[in-house]
């Protein structure tokens, strides 16, 4: 495999488009909601954004060509998903929140399955969301904990011709949907036997926005994405048909652990994302303004190191997070320990960088009249969403470095684990 990240033409095409929509229409996103005073206020002013959006086939160039998308991969995504984010973070994550919905499907599904779900999501018309329904009231970093852990306890049970899904979900971005009643669709981790070890009794059931039975309980007031929906919402007695099952019955952890391995490394784009913003502003910032002195700011080394030490961290992450996303296209041995870093690094880094960019900028960044603070409060959230990076992510590098087959080469050069690089 060459060591090259030079995009092709079709990426290059990518990139300059959703740039420009990102700048003619995900501006004016941004500025609708910003002042609302609700978060389903806030939510729903973005609606016609994302509208356009689907209008213009970005959804459809989210989602794999293998179910008839026109995304060639991660990669593609997310040079995709660094456009929109940079511009706006609230918008770009409906949309990508709304593939993260539709991974399990994707991964897992049978063609009868994407034959019959993912059409509203390939057209170019409407509003369709999908929401990944997994974290629970009280946490799911422990969701495959055995007894006496309690691990998911959303459940479904088999009745007849159907399942029947009872339980509460949280934190699960727009499943509530516009109104909500509900996305277009939710795939919901659901505990489908519970006389077993988790490893064997949890599943993914694909859950079509139900006529009844989705209670809209509770949407948080977020410290960022303040324009992105987040609920607590209760699943009572949802009836599907038990065609619904994505994958082997049991089989759930797996499903889910192979679709958020994707999502891993697109947080760290994330995280490029926003320091790609702040960089941008506060170098623009130090190039005009003088603060009472003789010349601008960035003439002082002080100001002109931070600046550099920023955008180092900005072109690693960015490195590492397509890494991780080309090595999980070709199914690389070291792909989801290079997604797990990805996801780590960048997103950490988001926070650091920053809040040592506002230290350039001085006491305006702190208002909003300037994108800084905005942009932390963004960030503050992406070591602790898609998986945690304490609860989950640590503790997943923690497992591989602990198996006594692990090859700390496999990341380099696409060794098998257990066997020397050379």
């Known amino acids: 495999m060459p060591i090259d990240f030079t995009p092709n033409d079709q990426q290059r095409r990518l990139r300059r488009d959703a740039r420009q929509f990102a700048q003619d229409v995900l501006t004016g996103g941004a ?9 389903t206020g806030r939510f729903a002013a973005t609606r016609p ?5 689907v209008a213009e086939g970005f959804l459809r160039k989210s989602i794999s060509v293998s179910v008839g998308g026109d995304c060639e991969g991660l990669i593609d995504l997310a040079i995709l998903a660094e456009e929109f984010y940079t511009v706006d973070a609230n918008v770009a994550l409906t949309l990508l ?41 009280g946490g799911s970093a422990n969701v495959g904990s055995p007894p006496p852990g309690e691990g998911v306890r959303t459940t479904a049970q088999r009745a007849g011709d159907a399942w029947v899904i009872s339980g509460r979900k949280q934190w699960i971005s727009a499943a ?12 919901v981790v659901c505990r489908t036997d519970p006389d077993v070890e988790p490893a064997r009794g949890i599943s993914i059931i694909v859950v079509p926005r139900p006529d009844s039975g989705l209670v809209f309980e509770h949407a948080f007031d977020m410290l960022g994405h303040r324009s992105h929906l987040t609920a607590r919402f209760k699943l009572d007695a949802v009836r599907v048909p038990v065609g619904n099952l994505l994958g082997r019955e049991g089989h759930g952890l797996q499903l889910a652990a192979e679709s958020f391995a994707g999502s891993a490394a697109l947080v760290g784009i994330f995280g490029v994302a926003l ?12 190039r005009r303004e003088r603060r009472g002195g003789i010349q601008p700011i960035i003439q002082h080394q002080a100001v002109g190191y931070a600046l550099a030490d920023a955008k180092t961290t900005i072109e690693a992450a960015r490195v590492l997070s397509w890494h991780a996303c080309r090595a999980l296209d070709t199914a690389a041995p070291g792909a989801v320990e290079l997604a797990l870093h990805a996801k780590v690094f960048g997103s950490e880094a988001a926070v650091r960088v920053i809040a040592d960019l506002m230290r350039v900028v001085g006491i305006d960044s702190y208002g909003h009249e ?49 066997q020397a690089a050379t």
């Open 49 to 53: 954004f994302f509208e356009r959006l």
């Open 176 to 187: 509530t949907g516009w109104d909500g009643r509900g996305a277009d669709l939710l795939t």
């Open 275 to 286: 320091m790609r913003a702040a960089f941008q502003f506060a170098l623009s910032f130090a």
């Open 97 to 137: 929140s709304t593939v993260l919905g539709l991974a399990p499907l994707v991964v897992g599904g049978t063609p009868e399955q994407h034959r019959r779900f993912l059409p509203p999501f390939l057209a170019t018309s409407g509003v369709p969301l999908a929401a990944f329904a997994s974290t629970e009231p």
């Open 31 to 39: 500025a609708a909601a910003r002042d609302l005073p609700t978060a």
């Open 370 to 418: 300037l994108p800084l603070a905005r942009l932390l409060q963004d960030a503050v959230v992406l070591p602790l969403f898609v998986g945690g990076n304490i609860g989950v992510r640590r503790r997943q590098l923690h497992g591989l470095m602990l198996d006594s087959a692990y090859d700390d080469l496999a990341t380099l050069d696409g060794g098998h684990h257990g």
